[in-house]
């Protein structure tokens, strides 16, 4: 009998070191979640032609019951992630929502959570600290417009879709005005521009325009005059101060929607911005 038994348990032990070893290895693809302190985020690292360490990173904030998993499907991104040599880091929010000013949930500092994704992204990946954008969609958006108010110096840039801060609004941003690059649909109903009450009231989702103003009448100049573009897709507002930073708000005519695009167009404009 103990002929049997123990060819069996070493064929166990060895799997089940395997797996120890394999999960370790995990982090680093779509599919496996990377743990840090407060959480976990997964990651996706490009695969295009001559592709080695990234230029840089694409922080992903999913929209309300969404997942870092539910991103990571999204091929657009994965396909942005190749033709721009850049990672795109899906954050994983506790009960596929966020914890921020206004917001319902309570769950966790998203602060803390967001510091040990950018620390361990650099540590892992060799990811560049200067050259990382935060996005994201709906509640994800406010959480990346709580971000420039909290953590912008962390961030070369913001491209917040279909959603700004929550009321209260901050009374003053602690950071310096960022580089941020809003899209909103015109006919979004679940965040309206001018926000909305939810939940019978308790909460309120922010006005997309008094969200613009906290930042312009924070501006430690005189913001020039808005520069007007139209395209095929949204017509964009953009205001500059100081000749460095730029806030910019593009509508299009659609609903509660984004899209990779929209994001890579944000990526091209920091680029060409900061001279990568």
Not at 132 to 146: E, H, K, L, T, Y
Not at 258 to 272: G, Q
Request: glycine share 12%; aromatic share 10%; hydrophobic share 40%.
């Amino acid at each position: 009998m103990y002929r049997l038994i123990a060819p069996i348990l070493l064929i166990v032990c060895a799997v089940a070191g395997f797996a120890v070893q394999g999960g370790a290895l995990a982090c680093g693809t779509s599919e496996a979640d990377c743990i840090v302190g407060s959480g976990d985020y997964r990651i996706y690292l490009p695969r295009g032609e001559g592709a080695s360490t990234p230029d840089g990173a694409v922080l992903f904030f999913h929209g309300w019951k969404g997942s870092s998993a539910g991103v990571m499907r999204n091929t657009s991104l994965r396909n942005l992630s190749d033709r721009l040599n850049i990672a795109v880091i899906a954050a994983n929010g506790l009960g596929g929502t966020w914890s921020y000013r206004g917001s319902p949930a309570r769950a966790r500092n998203e602060l803390t959570y967001v510091s040990e994704i950018l620390d361990d992204v650099e540590d892992r990946f060799g990811v560049p600290r200067n050259k990382i954008m935060a996005a994201g969609f709906s509640m994800g958006a406010s959480m990346v417009w709580n971000l420039s108010c909290y953590m912008g110096a962390e961030f070369a840039g913001f491209a917040p879709i279909a959603g700004t801060f929550w009321d209260p609004l901050p009374d003053k941003c602690p950071s310096e005005m960022p580089n941020l690059m809003h899209y909103h649909g015109r006919k979004d109903g679940t965040f309206p521009l001018a926000g909305r009450s939810i939940a019978g009231g308790l909460y309120r989702q922010g006005n997309t325009y008094e969200s613009f103003s906290l930042w312009q009448t924070q501006g430690a100049c005189e913001a020039e005059k808005p520069v007007v573009t139209q395209t095929e897709h949204f017509q964009c507002e953009r205001r500059s101060a100081c000749g460095s930073a730029i806030l910019e708000l593009c509508l299009h005519e659609g609903g509660h929607i984004y899209r990779a695009a929209w994001i890579e167009r944000s990526w091209e404009i920091l680029t060409d911005l900061h001279g990568w």
